[in-house]
Antibody
């Protein structure tokens, strides 16, 4: 079975940094695009970033460009999200997702990790 | 950016009802649309992709239709397990979600 387990969330002050990790298992990680999707408390879903199978292409929602960096380690079956210059509006549950081969929609999700940006 | 608008935001229904949720895109997305179900405190679950293709394991009472800018998710006979929030998502250009439709007990 596909399993995605996020870690690294927590409380951080505005302007601070945090690195999220996602450990993947149960599938051939290096064959799938991967993404991060977030959900602010009581709000809807927002796509954050996606990365190609080999890490050579990366895409971001405008609101995080220049602040967040998505990366992956195919040898370790891991996905990462480096978040810098964090703002209050970045407070959310961050989900690691696997993209279906045929498009940027998400057929497997982790349980999520909560990031709270507050002083 | 492609904006996705769902209606209604909240829907009150009873077990056995036929339920329809609408999703409209701000420009044509061909048929690159997915639907998800989310229950409180849980991650979303993929129901439908390519506007009308049912994901493996999803009950056949769920169906999707549409193309271009207008799409619908239909639950033919609402079951107790279906009370949840539903999201549409376009993937014609990166990804963006509708604001969600909460299906609650009438």
């Amino acid at each position: 079975d596909v399993r995605l387990v996020e870690s690294g969330g927590g409380l951080v002050q505005p302007g601070g940094s945090l690195r999220l990790s996602c450990a993947a298992s149960g599938f051939t990680f290096r064959s799938f695009w991967m993404s991060w999707v977030r959900q602010a408390p009581g709000k809807g879903l927002e796509w954050v970033a996606s990365i190609k199978v080999d890490g050579t292409e990366k895409y971001y929602v405008d609101s995080v460009k220049g602040r967040f960096t998505i990366s992956r380690d195919n040898a370790q079956n891991s996905l990462f999200l480096q978040m810098n210059s964090l703002r209050g509006e970045d407070t959310a549950v961050y989900y690691c997702t696997r993209d279906r081969v045929t498009g940027t929609f998400f057929d497997s999700w982790g349980q999520g990790t909560l990031v709270t940006v507050s002083s | 950016d492609i904006q996705m608008t769902q209606s209604p935001s909240t829907l009150s229904a009873s077990v056995g009802d036929r339920v329809t949720i609408t999703c409209r895109a701000s420009q044509s997305i061909r048929n690159y649309l997915a639907w998800y179900q989310q229950k409180p405190g849980k991650a979303p679950n993929l129901l439908i992709y390519r506007a009308s293709t049912l994901e493996s394991g999803v009950p056949s009472r769920f169906s999707g239709s549409g193309s271009g800018t207008d799409f619908t998710l239909t639950i033919s006979s609402l079951q107790p397990d279906d009370f949840a929030t539903y999201y549409c998502q376009q993937y014609n250009s990166f990804a963006s979600f509708g604001q969600g439709t909460k299906v609650e007990i009438k």
